[in-house]
């Protein structure tokens, strides 16, 4: 039986594990090979000097990382704020709503986020929705709301809400009624409840749902274009324009690979530390 | 620890207006999409439908609708494929590197899509693979096939596996438990697996936007438009690929209970 179970989960995961291999990892190989080629050489065929990481530094490329990062540390934040209260709900409180409120947010993940991106535009641009009705009702104007940083923070939020939220909901699914009800007969404080209990007990969907925005957003391209109006430049923005435009892969390639390794390396620790079977329900 | 119904209340309150939140900006698109001025400006004078009439006329459209729509069709089929023998080695099957295994397929999922797509790029470039939709199909399963994978593990980890065995004791070969037992179980996450898959590759920016080459999917084609100057087809093209989007889902919603309604009335008649 253990035999059989061996052979066939190998067969099984082939196919996928092959995509993957080929269209994954290899390309990620081929990327760490050209950064460290001479600047604006098109094939792995010569010897390594790693000059783009030395542009990454001097021209000044790694604020680009900087902002991305930072600005998605802040949509982090700001999401696990935004989304721990309706993940309790969701978990623990809402019987039928639970479902409603998952389909209704599922749905807009199927919806282009460019779209999504462009309604906010159009929501809030001069003369958009809110600046022309404003001024109908009341005469005064909504200036200067689009083409900032915090705009591009707010569309990170919005993009990456689904993100934090379906995660969170099951992390605090987790998070057994008994031990919460028990600390409260021991007089523990709601916040205490909350510090000692939750938080630790929830931590597999916090971790999940946290990386993945910081990693999403840390990555992302479209908020920065569209809302941010280039404001900032993000640092996938570079990636783009070093291989488009700029025609230099080793420099594209040095650029993607500062922002691989530190998402790279998030993702790999935290992935480690999670049990998979348990969040994703093993009944044993 | 009964939630007090004031403080259940206000967190319903916070659902709806989250709700409100995430789908203003499509509400604002589906106004843009009526207006009848060249040069968008709130509050709209007056309303039409001509830019649909002429986005749905426009052969450019059905051209880009086409290779949406074939790019979606092929990455769902595969993806259901991938993900039902993926989810399989993923949650059922006990097998030595199966945690390596399931953290490999996690592992795209938390990778930025457009970096991703940058990569890609690059890949096909050294391979000398001229891009076109075909390479973005294989883009679209680098993210897409670990999510069904995912969906399927879910369903394939409440099966028990006791039945396998008992299949096996009864006689039944590894064939007929895969034909009989294995995909009848699972074909629930399956069919999910596939509508996600469609969904999402259907609606996907990032990975299209780098790997399609001079192939155009809507969503790219939106956006080229977006970044290069306001067109009045953009919100109504934009409305369009959304409704198709809820319709979908509406439908597949609707047709389990519909099916499972129309066997209850046969059954009564025999």
């Known amino acids: 039986m253990k035999r059989l179970d061996g052979k066939l989960g190998a067969l099984c995961a082939l196919p996928l594990g092959l995509l993957l291999a080929a269209s994954f990892l290899a390309p990620l190989v081929v990327i760490a090979g050209f950064s460290i080629m001479p600047q604006r050489v098109f094939d792995l065929a010569h010897i390594p000097d790693f000059s783009a990481y030395a542009v990454f530094f ?33 978990a623990k409180v809402f019987g039928r709503f639970t479902l409603f409120l998952t389909i209704a947010v599922a749905v807009t993940l199927f919806v282009s986020e460019n779209i999504r991106l462009f309604g906010w535009v159009v929501t809030l641009m001069k003369g958009g929705l809110f600046d022309g009705y404003l001024k109908e009702l009341t005469g005064l104007r909504l200036e200067g709301a689009l083409y900032n940083v915090p705009i591009t923070v707010f569309g990170l939020v919005y993009v990456y809400f689904p993100f934090m939220l379906f995660p969170l909901t099951q992390g605090i699914a987790m998070v057994p009624d008994d031990a919460r009800q028990a ?50 430049i ?51 | 620890m009964k939630t007090s119904r004031a403080a259940s209340i206000a967190l319903v309150c916070y659902g709806l207006l989250v709700v409100a939140f995430l789908y203003l900006p499509i509400v604002s698109v589906g106004f843009a999409s009526v207006s009848k001025a060249r040069y968008l400006s709130f509050p709209i004078r007056s309303y039409t439908l001509q830019w649909y009439e002429s986005a749905v006329a426009s052969a450019t459209v059905s051209e880009l609708v086409a290779t949406s729509l074939t790019i979606a069709a092929v990455v769902t089929v595969l993806s259901m494929v991938l993900g039902f023998l993926g989810g399989l080695a993923f949650a059922r099957y006990q097998w030595r590197y199966r945690t390596l295994f399931q953290k490999l397929v996690l592992l795209p999922i938390f990778f930025p899509q457009a970096v991703l797509g940058l990569a890609l790029l690059v890949w096909f470039n050294s391979l000398g693979v001229v891009p076109t939709w075909k390479t973005a199909i294989v883009a679209h399963l680098v993210w897409i096939a670990p999510i069904a994978t995912l969906i399927v593990a879910i369903q394939a980890y409440s099966f028990d596996p006791m039945l396998e065995e008992a299949a096996r004791d009864l006689g039944a070969s590894t064939w007929q438990i895969l034909k009989e037992l294995t995909i009848p179980l699972l074909m629930p996450g399956v069919v999910s697996a596939g509508l996600f898959a469609f969904l999402l590759s259907w609606g996907n920016f990032p990975l299209s936007l780098f790997t399609t080459g001079a192939d155009s999917t809507l969503p790219k084609w939106l956006y080229a438009k977006m970044v290069s100057g306001y067109s009045p087809q953009v919100p109504a093209l934009g409305m369009l690929a959304v409704a198709s989007s809820i319709a979908l889902v509406l439908i597949a919603m609707t047709v389990p209970s519909l099916l499972r309604a129309l066997r209850a009335m046969r059954a009564d008649k025999t």
């Open chain 1, 58 to 90: 001097r021209q000044g490329y790694y604020k680009s990382l900087l902002w991305s990062l930072g600005m998605a540390f802040m949509a982090t934040t700001i999401l696990f704020i935004l989304c721990w209260p309706l993940a309790y709900g969701m």
């Open chain 1, 183 to 232: 600390a409260a007969d021991l007089g523990a404080s709601r916040w205490r409840i909350l510090w000692e209990i939750d938080l630790p007990l929830a931590a597999p969907g916090i971790m999940v749902g946290s990386l993945l925005c910081f990693v999403l957003a840390a990555g992302a391209l479209a908020e920065s274009k569209l809302l941010g109006g280039q404001s900032v």
């Open chain 1, 234 to 284: 993000v640092i996938a923005s570079e990636v783009e324009t070093a291989f488009s435009y700029g025609q230099n892969w080793p420099l594209g390639s040095a650029l993607a690979m500062s922002l691989i390794l530190v998402i790279g390396a998030l993702a790999i620790t935290t992935i480690a530390r999670i049990d998979l079977d348990a969040i994703m329900g093993r009944k044993r």
